[in-house]
């Protein structure tokens, strides 16, 4: 399953995802296109995670969720 979050803070959005790398090397969180995420979430199996910074609340979004929630915090591309 692909794990993504969506960060929501003062300064706009960016989605991130962290990518596990051999034992002796830190794990690497890169940022990601919205373009890149959302044909993923089209694809099915993906999870993403839409975390607000100031309130630091977290909110999860998968395949199963209502299309209202899903174009509530993601946006039109997602659908």
């Known amino acids: 399953m692909n794990q993504y979050t969506k960060v929501i803070g003062l300064t706009g959005t960016a ?35 839409v975390y607000f910074e100031e309130t630091d609340t977290k909110i999860v979004i998968d395949d199963f969720s209502d299309k209202e929630t899903v174009l509530k915090y993601l946006g039109k591309k997602f659908i």
């Open 15 to 49: 989605f991130l995802k962290e990518y596990e790398k051999i034992k002796h090397h830190k794990n690497k969180i890169r940022e990601l296109n919205e373009d890149t995420v959302a044909k993923a979430f089209k694809n099915g199996d993906t999870e993403i995670t």
